[in-house]
């Protein structure tokens, strides 16, 4: 049996498939080839049935987003280490053999990160992930690579193999016995930042998170759920605040609670004052949702919350005040 399995989550990806998928043909010989299908409404069960009938189908019965659609897709995939690859990614030779070497040779290396690039400029890292995610002190993620807006050439400054603190979901490997361990994805995220709060709690369980130089990826990024829809804004103001909640240690959980909503209020205005109307009602929605949930999710909280968990104390400090806008130019 192969070691490894290739998971792609679809929703309406009959335009991204028959892009994305040849490469991932081409270049995973050793690998097991699935498609989870989020009951797309689109042509492309069809699609693959017909023209990719090397690829194993996996059908949930609703559009579970990303969360709950992988949950219970992995629930049918026996390999022991899965790649969690999104649907407008295009890999490169050789992009699984590195990352079954570090597992193979680590064992408690639970999830893996390649190098993200961009797709659109290939010279350059990709927003989400880069070449691995790090959050500063406040819960805010950022990366090697890609700081906020801010995205760095590619000039080989990240060909390394470093333990990281978070992955990017558009291309993440996870070893299937420490997925089921932490239980999967917080299918109450939906999606956005679950794969931030998934390596939080690996993290407080004592496993590792590493990014490899060696696998090399390519992402378009936004091809489901574009920067400007208000409602990726509110997935991603509400469930950074459950994140929060459910991994911040117990004695920094309500200042640090506390000062995020503030920040966040700020945002909002910020988008309300640049002619933002809906994103400015996507945060004060977030929030209403977040007070809503908050005792479930408290109660979601892991016996141990590990104190050394971010990289910095602020990096909107150091990006916004003191212009610190490249990751090289911080660490």
């Not at 280490?81 to 999104?86: D, G, Q, S, T």
């Not at 709690?201 to 378009?220: A, D, E, P």
């Not at 991603?236 to 117990?250: A, D, E, G, I, W």
Request: aromatic content about 16%; proline content about 4%.
């Amino acid at each position: 049996m192969n070691k490894i399995a290739v998971v792609i989550l679809n929703w309406n990806g009959a335009k991204l498939l028959p892009q994305f998928l040849p490469s991932v043909i081409e270049f995973s010989q050793n690998a097991t080839l699935y498609v989870a299908d989020n009951a797309s409404t689109d042509e492309s069960v069809e699609i693959l049935k017909r023209d990719f009938p090397m690829v194993k189908i996996i059908q949930n019965t609703s559009n579970f987003g990303f969360a709950k659609g992988y949950n219970e897709a992995l629930s049918f995939v026996d390999e022991p280490y899965f790649a969690l690859v999104n649907s407008d990614v295009e890999v490169t030779p050789n992009w699984l053999q590195p990352v079954e070497e570090l597992f193979d040779k680590e064992p408690n290396v639970a999830i893996i990160q390649p190098k993200i690039l961009n797709y659109k400029n290939k010279t350059h890292f990709e927003y989400a992930g880069a070449a691995g995610g790090f959050i500063d002190k406040y819960g805010f993620p950022f990366c090697r690579g890609r700081i906020f807006e801010t995205l760095e050439e590619d000039k080989g400054q990240f060909d390394d193999e470093i333990e990281i603190f978070w992955a990017t979901g558009a291309c993440l490997f996870i070893r299937k016995k420490v997925f089921q361990e932490l239980k999967g994805f917080d299918v109450d995220f939906f999606a956005h930042q679950e794969e931030i709060d998934l390596c939080w709690r690996s993290f407080n369980l004592g496993y590792q998170t590493k990014y490899t130089s060696k696998s090399i990826i390519y992402h378009v990024g936004g091809a489901t759920l574009d920067v400007s829809n208000p409602i990726k804004t509110y997935l991603n103001f509400r469930n950074s605040l459950y994140m929060l909640v459910k991994n911040l240690p117990f004695k920094k959980l309500l200042p640090i609670i506390f000062l995020r909503m503030v920040l966040d209020g700020i945002a909002a205005f910020k988008f309300l004052f640049q002619g933002k109307l809906f994103h400015f009602i996507a945060v004060g929605n977030a929030h209403f949702s977040f007070y809503g949930n908050l005792i479930k999710c408290y109660r979601k909280r892991n016996k141990i919350q590990k104190p050394n968990y971010f990289k910095t104390k602020s990096i909107v400090y150091l990006y916004f005040i003191k212009s610190k806008n490249y990751f090289t130019l911080i660490f």
